[in-house]
């Protein structure tokens, strides 16, 4: 009986790999390789959609390649993160949108904290999915945007060696002359929009400085549970 | 669904012990801000109903879940799996009919007839391969189609998360499910049994990244439910909702200059 909605809820399994590799593809992951040093230049000048294709592909390749980060290696993982990671994707907007009203009541230290922390513990969370993603493949679907759109919605679909393909989109915004990823979907779930109401609650209850303990807290606890497996 | 008496009987064995099990420990603890989503008026009672289906879940159907997936080896799990996927098509069909999308129907149509003569009665799912594209469509979402907005998200116990144009959904797909037409009763039963662990046995991953990522669980699933559903009716492409709350802060703090409010506009 529970058939429908768990079938719908099924695919969650899938939006775990999936969403492991739309936050690598955010982090930016360039594959190590002779590319490395000037791909960041090169990568941001392209239009939004190439610049998908060309992280996401990386991610994959570095992934596929790399037996620690397949095995969840988190200081790996991290060092990746902080390393590739600010050219390509803009956490800041990202958990201001996932913050809402308290964003505008916030210090910009406690909104620095509150990205940092969101960051860390999107980092953390998804990392365990990365093993699986060991065999997928990307696609990109059809790209519909003005030239002159300063926001833009690039969709494609990752395809594992068996199973159902799985619907990943990316928000970009441009900003100067670059675009940065702001949000990702994985089949039809956005990410902001999914954390917005506890974000909220959070603030309601107990203010910014609430909602920055419960990321930290969370992602302590997180942390600890880590380093004992 | 149609029971039989033994089965009814089993059934209320079942329920009633599930009843226990929720009834020691305490409802769930309710924030303030509860009901205070336009999304979901209901939210205290989904609440308790949601931590009352977490109780029987922990107690009852994972332990059983986890046993299948740790004992039956994985090419097995994944033909049962597909065998249900294929049994699915068929309600596919006919809602992809309703929707008004004929050439859907006939994809799954033909995926059906593929899947159980080449593939083997759907163990494998050469359909798919052939580059016939899986669709997952049910009557709540052919309402939704038709036009009907959610309405309140509502969690069922035992079923989960539901609204209730889904919930109708729900019981309409009862009827077009082929699994209620197996007799004798006792195989049905134990189809429906097998198809409800292999779900849940597929819910593990998911279930741990839930368990870090959320901040608070019952919030995350509803919110991806909710979002899942609306991007299902538009298979993949729902409009984009704007937030109101999302004005970007382009202007500096410093620019008390710019008065956005035109008088008697």
Same mark, same amino acid.
């Given at each position: 009986m529970k058939s429908v909605s768990i079938r719908n809820m099924g695919k969650m399994k899938h939006l775990v790999a999936v969403l492991a590799v739309a936050l690598f593809t955010i982090a930016g992951a360039q594959a190590q390789g002779t590319a490395a040093a000037n791909a960041p230049a090169s990568v941001t000048a392209q239009s939004p959609d190439a610049l998908v294709l060309t992280l996401s592909n990386d991610v994959l390749d570095a992934i596929k390649k790399d037996k620690t980060l397949q095995s969840g290696d988190l200081t790996r993982l991290n060092a990746l993160v902080d390393e590739k990671i600010l050219p390509y994707v803009n956490f800041e907007k990202m958990t201001q949108l996932a913050v809402g009203r308290g964003w505008r009541q916030a210090s910009p230290e406690q909104r620095q904290r509150l990205t940092k922390e969101f960051r860390a513990l999107l980092v953390r969370t998804y990392s365990g999915a990365v093993s699986t993603v060991k065999d997928h493949q990307v696609q990109m679907r059809p790209f519909r945007a003005q030239p002159t759109d300063t926001d833009v919605l690039v969709r494609t679909q990752v395809v594992p060696s068996r199973g159902d393909a799985i619907q990943l989109d990316y928000r970009l915004e441009k900003s100067d002359a670059s675009w940065k990823i702001y949000d990702v979907s994985v089949l039809g779930v956005w990410l902001v929009e999914n954390y917005k109401s506890q974000f909220a609650s959070e603030v309601t209850q107990n203010g910014v400085d609430g909602l920055i303990k419960a990321l930290t807290d969370r992602n302590r606890q997180l942390e600890t549970a880590t380093r004992k497996s | 669904m149609r029971l039989g008496h033994a089965s009814m009987m089993r059934f209320l064995r079942v329920t009633a012990l599930a009843a226990v099990v929720a009834l020691t420990g305490a409802c769930a603890t309710i924030p303030p801000t509860a009901g205070s989503n336009p999304v979901d008026p209901l939210e205290r009672y989904n609440r308790h109903v949601s931590e009352f289906n977490d109780r029987v879940d922990r107690a009852l159907l994972k332990p059983v879940a986890q046993a299948y997936a740790d004992y039956v080896?994985? $090419?097995?799990? !994944? +033909?049962?799996?597909?065998?249900?996927?294929?049994?699915?098509? =068929?309600?596919?069909?006919?809602?992809?009919?309703?929707? /008004?999308? &004929?050439?859907?129907? =006939?994809?799954?149509? +033909?995926?059906?007839?593929?899947?159980? @003569?080449?593939?083997?009665?759907? +163990?494998?799912? =050469?359909?798919?391969?052939?580059?016939?594209?899986?669709?997952? !469509?049910?009557? /709540?979402?052919?309402?939704?189609?038709?036009?009907?907005?959610?309405?309140? #998200?509502?969690?069922?116990?035992?079923?989960? &998360?539901? @609204?209730?144009?889904?919930?109708?959904?729900?019981?309409?797909?009862?009827?077009?499910? &082929?699994?209620? #037409?197996?007799?004798?009763?006792? @195989?049905?039963?134990?189809?429906?049994? @097998?198809?409800?662990?292999?779900?849940?046995?597929?819910?593990?991953?998911?279930?741990?990244?839930? !368990? /870090?990522?959320?901040?608070?669980?019952?919030?995350?699933?509803?919110?991806? #439910?909710?979002?899942?559903?609306?991007?299902?009716?538009?298979?993949?492409? $729902? $409009?984009?909702?704007?937030? $109101?709350?999302? !004005?970007p802060e382009q202007k500096p703090a410093s620019a008390p200059d710019q008065p956005n409010a035109v008088p008697g506009r």
């Open positions: - | 080896p994985s $090419p097995v799990r !994944e +033909c049962v799996g597909n065998i249900f996927s294929n049994i699915a098509d =068929v309600p596919n069909a006919l809602n992809n009919l309703l929707q /008004g999308k &004929p050439a859907a129907a =006939v994809s799954d149509i +033909c995926r059906v007839v593929i899947n159980t @003569t080449v593939g083997v009665l759907g +163990c494998f799912d =050469v359909a798919s391969k052939a580059g016939l594209e899986k669709s997952e !469509e049910d009557f /709540g979402q052919t309402l939704g189609r038709w036009g009907s907005g959610p309405g309140p #998200y509502f969690v069922w116990p035992f079923l989960g &998360p539901s @609204t209730i144009r889904d919930s109708v959904g729900r019981v309409v797909g009862f009827y077009t499910d &082929p699994l209620d #037409y197996v007799d004798p009763v006792r @195989t049905r039963n134990s189809l429906w049994a @097998t198809r409800l662990i292999d779900t849940r046995a597929s819910l593990f991953p998911a279930e741990k990244v839930i !368990e /870090g990522a959320a901040l608070d669980k019952y919030q995350f699933i509803r919110d991806a #439910y909710l979002q899942r559903r609306r991007s299902l009716i538009y298979d993949g492409n $729902p $409009p984009r909702e704007r937030d $109101p709350e999302d !004005e």
